[in-house]
C-alpha cells in the first residue's frame, strides 16, 4: 500500500465558466408528489387535487412530447448512421438543408427545456486543452469535423488518488460533467450522417473521450519511465558489445543476442503498456456512454418531458400554499428553491421563467405588473 500525502493534494483546473448550481430537478415527479402530499396543510380533498393535477400533466405532456419525438424520428432519418430501413426518398441538397435546419431546431429546443447548457467554440477549446497529470495522453483535431457541438447538464466534484513521483501517490478533485450531449459531423464529402451521443459523469479534463475521433497516447511519465529502462538495459550490453568486438567473435555473439533480448524486452513492455491505457480508454466509453444516435434522442426527450412534469406541478404547488395563493416572480423563485432544499437538502437553482410560461400556457395563471414587478396568482378555481 503506498502512502498518501495531504500536502500533495492538487485542486481540480476547472474551468471558470462551468456552473455549479444545475437547473435540472434530480428527483422523480413522484418523490415530489409524495413530499407535497406531506403538507399538513393540505386537507384530504386537495390533496386528491393535486394527485389528479400531476396525472393530468403526465398525460398532457406526453401527448405532447410524442408528437415531438415522432418528428424528430422521421428528420433524422436521412443522417441516421444506423439507419436500415430501405426504399428511403431521396432528397435534393435544399430538402435535407431544410430537414437539417428543423432538426436542430427542435434538438435545441429540447436540450433547452432539459436543461442542457452548450459550450461555446472558446470554451470547448478550453476544455479540449486540458490534459491531466498522469492521465491518458488523448487529442482531438476539430478540424476533422463540419460540425461538433457539445452540451453538459449539471457538474459534481469528486476526490481521486493518483501516482505520484514513483511510489507515492496524491490526492486531486476532478470535476465531472454529470450528463453530455454531442453533435458532430465529418468533414467527408457527399456523406451526411450526424452522431449524436449522450455520456455521463465524464471529467472535464478528459472530455476529449467524447470526441467520435480521438489519437491515443501514453502519458508522458510512462514514456519516460519506459524510455529510461529501456535505454538503462540497452547501455551494458552495447558497451560490452564495442569491447567484444575488439577482442572475442564469441563472446560478441552472445552479447548482441542478449542487446536483441533487451530490445525485445523493452518493445513488449511499451506495447503492454499501450494494451493497458487502450483497455482503460475502452473501459472509460463503456461505463460513461448512455446512448446513440436515435435512442439519444428518445432518451433526452423523456429526460425532458419529465423535466416539464416535475417544473409545472411544483411551481403550481408553491404557489397553491402561498398566501393569497399570489406571490412575485422572486419570491416564487426564492421559496421553490428554499422548499427543495428544505426537503432534499440540495440548492437548485430552480428555472422560474420557465415554469410560469408553462403554467400560464395550461391556463393556470394570472400575471400581472406591478411597480416593474412582476406578480404570479392562481386563477380562481385552479
Not at 393530468?56 to 432519418?77: C, G, I, P, Q
Not at 425532458?304 to 412575485?328: C, D, F, G, H, W
Not at 415554469?355 to 404570479?376: C, G, P, Q, W, Y
Request: glycine share 4%; hydrophobic share 40%; charged share 25%.
Amino acid at each position: 500500500m503506498f502512502p498518501s500525502f495531504s500536502f500533495f493534494r492538487r485542486p481540480s483546473n476547472a474551468p471558470e465558466f462551468l456552473e455549479d448550481r444545475e437547473q435540472f430537478l434530480p428527483f422523480r415527479a413522484e418523490i415530489l408528489l409524495e413530499r407535497m402530499l406531506q403538507d399538513p396543510l393540505l386537507n384530504d380533498k386537495e390533496c386528491r387535487q393535486l394527485s389528479d393535477l400531476h396525472q393530468t400533466l403526465v398525460t398532457n405532456f406526453h401527448a405532447e412530447y410524442h408528437t415531438l419525438l415522432e418528428s424528430l424520428k422521421r428528420d433524422f432519418v436521412p443522417f441516421d448512421p444506423d439507419c436500415e430501413t430501405l426504399s428511403e426518398p431521396e432528397y435534393s441538397v435544399e430538402e435535407l438543408q431544410t430537414i437539417q435546419l428543423r432538426l436542430y431546431a427542435n434538438i435545441r429546443r429540447v436540450l433547452q427545456i432539459g436543461n442542457y447548457r452548450e459550450l461555446t467554440r472558446e470554451q470547448l477549446k478550453e476544455c479540449l486543452a486540458l490534459q491531466p497529470v498522469g492521465g491518458l495522453s488523448i487529442s482531438v483535431d476539430t478540424d476533422n469535423f463540419d460540425e461538433f457541438h457539445v452540451y453538459y447538464r449539471g457538474i459534481r466534484k469528486q476526490e481521486e488518488t493518483e501516482n505520484f513521483l514513483f511510489f507515492l501517490k496524491r490526492t486531486r478533485w476532478v470535476t465531472l460533467l454529470k450528463r453530455v450531449f454531442v453533435m458532430a459531423r465529418f468533414k467527408q464529402k457527399f456523406d451526411e450522417r450526424l452522431l449524436i451521443k449522450m455520456f455521463k459523469d465524464i471529467p472535464i479534463e478528459n472530455i476529449k473521450i467524447i470526441a467520435p475521433k480521438v489519437k491515443l497516447g501514453m502519458p508522458i511519465f510512462d514514456r519516460v519511465k519506459i524510455g529510461g529502462s529501456v535505454l538503462g538495459s540497452l547501455f551494458t550490453p552495447i558497451s560490452k558489445l564495442v569491447f567484444a568486438f575488439t577482442f572475442s567473435w564469441i563472446y560478441f555473439w552472445v552479447i548482441l543476442t542478449g542487446l536483441v533480448i533487451a530490445a525485445v524486452k523493452g518493445i513488449l513492455s511499451f506495447l503492454n503498456s499501450k494494451t493497458k491505457y487502450m483497455h482503460r480508454f475502452s473501459s472509460n466509453l463503456y461505463f460513461s456512454n448512455l446512448s446513440n444516435n436515435g435512442a439519444a434522442l428518445t432518451t433526452l426527450l423523456d429526460a425532458a418531458e419529465e423535466q416539464e412534469v416535475k417544473e409545472t406541478l411544483l411551481s403550481y404547488y408553491i404557489l397553491y400554499v402561498s398566501p393569497n395563493r399570489e406571490l412575485t416572480l422572486q419570491e416564487l423563485d426564492q421559496n421553490t428553491e428554499n422548499w427543495l432544499e428544505k426537503q432534499f437538502h440540495h440548492c437548485l437553482d430552480f428555472e422560474v421563467n420557465d415554469a410560469v410560461r408553462k403554467l400560464a400556457e395550461k391556463n393556470f395563471l394570472e400575471i400581472s405588473t406591478l411597480d416593474t414587478t412582476i406578480h404570479v396568482k392562481l386563477k380562481e378555481g385552479k
